[in-house]
């Protein structure tokens, strides 16, 4: 009996030894008794989260510098178009303000008035006795062949019938931008001027920068210089056109951009014969607005006279 049971232990001690060698066996390498294996779904799992937890937040990152630099610039650009708005609106108030300056304040660095070349008394003439007699240092600066089609399909030409020549007066005072007083003679076919012209600065005519209203209202900047060119005419004979008819605005609707207008009329030479005049008022306020300063504004005024038809 007992060396049964010492039989029976033997049995039972080799089997407990092939069971703990069977675990030995299935123990996971570097010595991990317990835990999830490194190729477990779980671990892979928790693996990915992180990685995508790392680019969230890269991304979240990347996103909020790019809205931090879209505020900076949308801030700059509003502060940029306030400061724009601002010049456009002071410079339209200033120029409506100076529209309704009384007659002694609206030509501000006015100094002796200049007067237009007698262009009645070149009406007829050829360009040399036209040079001659203006004088002021009259150079031809260019000259262009007025032409014109005559005759019908194959048998078309162009005919030569004029030419207009542009004289600068070099002799009188240039503007700020440098432009120069100029005369304007249209001739015929026969070389006879049939009409004349003349252009200058406001500012080189004595009138200094005098707003468009007064030039034309107070001080009758049309009447003097077609007076002056041999057209006798009433000292108020000019009226003031209406506002429409003159002023343009910029896009914006509120900025003066520009102010223009033709004048014209008939009357009676210094010769006693009949003409026809009229004088183009131009004010062009595109560089001032740039600027935000009233005296970039181009002011320039041109007379023409042509013989009555």
């Not at 609106?89 to 009384?102: G, H, I, R």
């Not at 120069?180 to 001027?193: H, K, M």
């Not at 007064?214 to 060119?229: G, K, Q, R």
Request: glycine residues 10%.
């Amino acid at each position: 009996m007992a060396k049964h049971a010492k039989h029976a232990r033997s049995d039972k001690d080799g089997l407990n030894q092939e069971v703990d060698a069977r675990q030995d066996a299935q123990a996971p390498e570097g010595g991990e008794a317990a835990g999830t294996p490194a190729d477990h779904p779980a671990a892979a799992h928790r693996k990915a989260s992180k990685r995508m937890r790392i680019v969230l937040i890269s991304v979240s990152v990347v996103l909020v510098l790019l809205i931090a630099a879209l505020g900076y610039f949308a801030w700059m650009l509003v502060g940029e178009a306030r400061d724009v708005a601002y010049q456009s609106a002071a410079q339209t108030a200033k120029v409506e303000n100076d529209a309704s300056l009384p007659a002694t304040d609206a030509g501000k660095g006015a100094g002796a008035r200049k007067e237009a070349p007698q262009l009645v008394g070149l009406i007829g003439k050829t360009q040399g006795e036209a040079i001659d007699e203006i004088g002021r240092g009259a150079t031809e600066t260019s000259s262009k062949d007025i032409t014109e089609e005559k005759g019908e399909g194959d048998e078309k030409t162009t005919e030569v019938v004029g030419r207009s020549v542009t004289l600068a007066l070099t002799d009188e005072t240039t503007d700020a931008r440098g432009n120069i007083p100029s005369v304007y003679l249209t001739l015929d076919a026969d070389g006879a001027i049939v009409e004349a012209g003349y252009s200058a600065s406001v500012g080189s005519l004595g009138y200094g920068d005098v707003s468009f209203i007064d030039a034309v209202s107070s001080e009758h900047i049309v009447e003097n210089l077609v007076e002056t060119a041999g057209v006798h005419i009433a000292q108020d004979a000019v009226e003031m056109p209406a506002v429409e008819d003159y002023r343009t605005y910029a896009d914006d609707g509120a900025t003066i951009a520009q102010e223009v207008y033709t004048f014209g009329g008939d009357g009676t030479g210094s010769d006693g014969s009949a003409y026809s005049w009229s004088c183009k008022l131009s004010y062009d306020y595109s560089a001032a607005n740039v600027s935000g300063n009233l005296a970039d504004t181009i002011r320039q005024v041109y007379v023409y006279i042509k013989a009555a038809s």
